[in-house]
């Protein structure tokens, strides 16, 4: 039986409606409804889909369920009531309960469906663009591109410096090479500003190592938006104007990212898609889920199960790829979505003595002791664990981290010079609140940056302020994630203007009081690290356990290290942490996979 979740107000308040439209029931119903629905509530701000009621009732679920099922206000599967309660005992709101539903039959129904193949010009591009198969092993790059090709629907998974971007660029221009590929239109999509901003500049950077290799390589798009964009926002509304009854005029539909993606806004992406249009999802199956409800990668990876290919599909790969897929690694009955699903094996960002790489592999099977053992006796070269400074010494503590990582763009007049210095370094933390978290710690650097005397903190705007925005802003371009440094307008010496990057190169400024929803940005949350890259990072973790801290916060802000990556965090906080993975409620994997 699971901890209670404590009740917001507005958990209250959706219980006490409930019951109001429940009208005459008699009062011990109304408790029971009451509890679980609040309870329903708590669970899906918590991220989860539903609410099963055994984990959370204990032996009480069944007569709970029982009471639940004679209300008018609860159905079961295809009814359309306030509540769901589906045949496994789990409590769903309606409309999560349909996002899950139909999300999952689009899904299978796309991975069962092999569009027209010209085998033969598929093996010629593959050969071509990835290089005649050496025996050496088998490529999972080109087994990635072979099915995204083969199906309607893909996955390619893969940890940072796997060559999700460089694989999908080639993709692109396998599909457009098939025999009535080039009338073909590809959307190409990120859950956030800043991610679409990191995907375009990746593809530009893929599709010039492509010349000579494709006569479609400059044709290839670049042009990447938020998957909000590419829907269609309807102001004050949360609707789209792509959908069911409007779809996407796309036959192919690139994301990345897609760990961010939530399950509403990826039931609405599927659900606009034109009938018989590709869908390939770009992502680290094992970072962060989405902020909001639903952990939507992670269940269509099934993350945490080795699955094995059909021997159907072990045929179209030695055939289109000269390679063999590993007998132990085949099965004759497989769930569906097997063969959709790749996941990336060699990292070509870390090198084989990389600390962080080892450490985030042993992170990810849940090596939480052992791996604190090595990390202490120096085997991750380029991973330190130190203490965690107490709060009072937090400022003295951080000086000679935050002066090396922040010295630098603080002394650049120039606002693209000082964008580039100051992504190469940043402070990383596991909470948002507290003095371990970043409004505690964004407030000790800001007072040892000025009594360096390298900043003026003084008013809110100063020379070298970082800020992130918070809230997309679509006539300014400017979107959640995005960020900028405060610098004198070189328009006017006089005033301070903040300078975001461009897409396009260059750089481009805005009036501070122009921008929308923002905070400084010394430190960020792991969770709005997600798609960044950084030289050298400090990953700060507080000094009590939370249920917060998984392993996939671990994994995630350890790997937005290239270089080297300074941890603060207590032993049994770092053993706790790997230990807890994130458990987010939905029957969308039992969906997919059972």
Not at 68 to 76: K, N, Q, T
Not at 344 to 350: A, D, I, P, T
Not at 362 to 375: C, F, S, T, V
Request: aromatic share 8%.
């Amino acid at each position: 039986m699971e901890p209670m979740l404590p009740l917001r107000d507005i958990d209250i308040q959706f219980a006490d409606f409930l019951c109001r439209l429940a009208g005459g029931a008699d009062s011990g119903d109304l408790a029971e409804l009451w509890n679980a629905a609040g309870r329903l509530s708590a669970a899906v701000g918590q991220g989860n889909i539903c609410l099963d009621l055994e984990e959370s009732f204990g032996a009480e679920a069944e007569a709970l369920a029982a009471t639940l099922r004679a209300s008018h206000l609860v159905g079961g599967a295809g009814d359309y009531r306030p509540l769901i309660l589906d045949s496994f005992g789990r409590l769903y709101l309606y409309r999560y309960w349909k996002y899950e539903r139909d999300l999952a039959e689009a899904v299978r129904a796309m991975a069962a469906d092999r569009p027209a193949l010209d085998e033969t010009v598929l093996k010629d591009g593959l050969t071509r663009l990835f290089g005649v198969y050496d025996q050496s092993g088998l490529d999972w790059q080109r087994v990635a591109a072979a099915t995204a090709v083969r199906s309607r629907f893909s996955v390619i998974s893969g940890g940072p410096g796997t060559g999700k971007t460089s694989t999908v660029v080639k993709i692109m221009a396998l599909l457009l090479e098939q025999p009535g590929g080039a009338e073909q239109r590809i959307a190409l999509a990120a859950p956030t500003g800043k991610a679409a901003a990191r995907l375009k500049e990746s593809i530009i950077s893929a599709r010039e190592g492509l010349r000579g290799q494709t006569a479609l390589a400059e044709g290839l798009p670049d042009d990447v938006s938020t998957i909000h964009r590419l829907l269609g926002v309807v102001p004050a509304s949360s609707r789209f104007r792509h959908g069911r009854d409007n779809h996407l005029p796309f036959e192919v539909v690139i994301i990345d990212e897609a760990s961010m993606v939530p399950l509403p806004l990826m039931a609405k992406l599927v659900a606009a898609l034109a009938p018989r249009a590709r869908l390939i999802l770009l992502g680290d199956r094992d970072q962060l889920s989405s902020v909001e409800a639903g952990a939507v990668l992670g269940d269509l990876c099934d993350t945490g199960t080795v699955h094995t290919f059909s021997e159907e599909f072990s045929r179209f790969v030695v055939e289109v790829t000269g390679a063999a897929i590993a007998p132990e690694q085949l099965s004759s009955r497989i769930p569906l979505l097997a063969d959709a699903i790749v996941v990336l094996q060699r990292n070509y960002r870390f090198g084989q003595q990389s600390g962080i790489a080892a450490l985030s592999r042993a992170i990810n099977a849940g090596e939480g002791r052992a791996a604190l053992e090595r990390l202490k006796a120096g085997h991750y070269p380029d991973v330190t664990l130190a203490a965690l400074p107490a709060s009072h010494d937090l400022r003295k503590q951080l000086e000679g981290v935050v002066l090396a990582g922040y010295r630098d763009y603080l002394q650049q007049p120039d606002p693209a010079a000082a964008l580039r210095a100051f992504d190469r370094f940043r402070v990383l933390c596991a909470m948002r609140q507290g003095s371990h978290g970043v409004t505690g710690i964004n407030q000790a650097i800001e007072a040892g940056l000025a009594a360096k005397g390298l900043i003026a903190p003084y008013k809110r705007w100063y020379r070298g302020r970082p800020v992130m925005v918070t809230r997309n802003d679509y006539n300014l371009k400017l979107f959640n994630g995005d960020i900028g440094i405060t610098l004198p307008d070189p328009d006017d010496r006089e005033q301070l203007a903040v300078f975001f990057l461009s897409p396009e190169g260059g750089v481009r400024k805005f009036s501070p009081f122009r921008l929308p929803e923002h905070e400084t940005v010394y430190a960020m949350t792991v969770h709005k690290s997600q798609g960044s890259e950084f030289e050298r990072i400090l990953m700060v973790l507080p000094p009590f356990d939370n249920q917060v801290l998984t392993r996939e916060i671990l994994y995630t802000g350890l790997t937005r290290a290239r270089n080297s990556a300074l941890l603060w965090c207590p032993d049994e906080i770092f053993i706790s942490t790997v230990n807890r993975r994130i458990a987010r409620r939905s029957g969308l994997r039992q969906a997919l996979w059972e």
